[in-house]
């Protein structure tokens, strides 16, 4: 029932290769956000989508990239990982409001990322 | 611009009460609280609009002063199933910006 799902759970990989993490919502919600979480920065905006193709950067967005070509699939993709991109990573999705603002988040299981 | 959160880390016995305290420094559209259980992803637990509104689920409720760009969380005759990081989320009144709070880690024992 969740609604929203990330995969992988897990990943190890190496320094200098590519990643890419998946996340999928049957929701419908025009807005998706990625997220990382790491102790003593709580969670940090990567990237957002506010709708097909349509996508903005966060506050730590550097080394990052996503796309969106369906409403129900955002990607985040690391180009080149780097060991200061071990972290947990988080997806989300949220209503926005008649008046404009934002809804509560949902949240993805998330992804726990390991680059070595 | 991420908002503080106050206190940093509380323990409490099964029936104490809890108030967390969530400050900004941009005025405020709306507040946000969440809870996360360790290993878990957040949840999100209410919504609070300015307008100075108090709203309530189950024995926990929450405030916000759009004034002075606060809001509390009072978690009332806790139980062990409280533990966990709560984290309020805050949304500026203009640029469509959000941001999440340090958090503050709530233990509750026996």
């Known amino acids: 029932d969740a609604g929203i799902t990330q995969s992988p759970r897990h990943k190890v990989t190496e320094t200098g290769t590519p990643v890419t993490l998946r996340c999928h919502q049957t929701?419908?919600?025009?807005?998706m956000y990625w997220y990382r979480q790491d102790p003593g920065h709580g969670l940090r905006l990567i990237h957002y989508s506010y709708g097909v193709k349509d996508t903005d950067k966060g506050e730590v967005s550097d080394g990052y990239s996503v796309s969106r070509s369906k409403t129900e699939d955002f990607l985040l993709t690391l180009e080149s990982a780097t060991s200061s991109q071990t972290s947990v990573y988080f997806c989300?999705?949220?209503?926005?409001?008649?008046?404009?603002?934002?809804?509560?988040?949902?949240f993805g299981s998330g992804t726990r990322l390991t680059v070595v | 611009q991420q908002p503080v959160q106050s206190p940093q880390a509380v323990i409490l016995r099964e029936g104490e009460d809890a108030v967390i305290n969530c400050s900004s420094s941009?005025?405020?559209?709306?507040v946000h609280w969440y809870r996360q259980k360790h290993g878990e992803a957040p949840v999100f637990l209410m919504i609070?609009?300015?307008?100075?509104e108090q709203k309530g689920h189950d024995k926990i409720s929450a405030s916000f002063n759009e004034k002075k760009q606060q809001s509390s969380l009072y978690l009332t005759a806790s139980q062990l199933s409280y533990s966990g990081t709560y984290f309020c989320g805050a949304e500026a009144s203009t640029g469509n910006q959000f941001y999440f709070g340090t958090g503050t880690s709530l233990t509750v024992i026996p």
């Open positions: 929701e419908n919600h025009r807005y």
């Open positions: 941009k005025a405020l559209y709306s």
């Open positions: 989300a999705i949220s209503p926005v409001l008649e008046t404009g603002g934002h809804y509560g988040y949902t």
């Open positions: 609070l609009l300015k307008g100075g």
